[in-house]
């Protein structure tokens, strides 16, 4: 069996309250709370880089399972890292003292958690010499928000975290089974940071332009191409990923989805004819890239919301655009 042996999770102590957001966007509190759905998020400290959030995650596995034990290490959070064009992989690995791993990156934006667990179990399947995956993520895109841009401030609930899971072969809390993937390459163009690639190199010129923040080409068109398809794709990777490890919609027991407006986190549970208690909302916390579902696990494991044997179906979406979904067989503390 494979499947995932602990999870953590860490959270910078400098928060950012509703009320702290209204000053910078305008947008009433309550409805920061009650449309976005955001309370509070965590905001990490200016010294504080993605590498850190990422590690300070990781080393909480580490002090269940000896670092040279673990023989490879994924980072799959957020692309906006300490520098560009730069493996922060490779840093993580060293830092944590996971000398015998190999390290790379996945890079598919807010979906990539489902993906990453997809992969590390593909890995694990196919090569018996791995016996511990180590997936880390950091993200820090509450920086990369411009206030003063009406295209892409809505995205305000852009937060900071790390996060980390092991994928392994023994002492399982959940078995992996299978995972469903769609990409829609027509909405590539609509959502990025323009500059600093290839296309718009930095300058002064982009620099004094404010193009080193993530912006939207054209909401509205972006909106009414992806309004009819967001939800549909949701529950097909969710039903597809059901129907794959030989159950359906009826057997879920919780959904961990990434972070969104409180009302399309709504609809995609009575599309899928779940009730409020059967999901988790990170309503204190925010959007953090591909951390979202791995954080929700982590904290539904801690409230204490999962029995042996549940279905969770870990759920996320990226720009670009792609909807991926994941199963989890929940076992609990026990050893498989």
Known sequence: MIGISSTSIYTPENVETAADLTGKTSIPEEVIIEKFGLRKKHVALENEHVSDLAMKAGREILKEVDPNDIDVLIYFGSPHKDYYVWPVAAKIQHELGCKHAYAFELMNVSSCFPIALKV?????????????????????????????????????????????????????????????????GAFYDDVKIPAGGSVFVPSAKTVAERQHYIDVKDPLSMKERLDPVSIPNFVSVVEQALERSGYSVDDIAML???????????????????????????????????????????????????????????????TGYTWAATVLQWQGDGCI
Do not use: W
Request: overall charge positive.
């Open 120 to 184: 590390a179990k593909d890995m694990l399947k196919s090569d018996k010499n791995i016996r511990n995956i180590l997936l880390v993520g950091g993200c820090k895109e509450s920086q990369i928000i411009d206030y003063e841009n009406p295209r892409s401030r809505f995205m305000f609930n852009f937060a900071d975290g790390g996060a980390a899971a092991l994928v392994s072969r023994n002492h399982l809390k959940s078995t992996i089974l299978s995972s469903a993937i769609i990409t829609d």
């Open 256 to 318: 961990l989805p990434l972070h969104t407006k409180r009302s399309m986190f709504q609809e995609l549970l009575t599309s899928l004819k779940l009730k409020d208690h059967q999901a988790l909302y990170l309503e204190d916390y925010g959007h953090m890239s591909a951390l979202d579902p791995c954080f929700g696990l982590y904290l539904a494991e801690k409230r204490g919301c999962l029995n042996k044997n549940d279905l969770i179906v870990v759920v996320s979406a990226g």
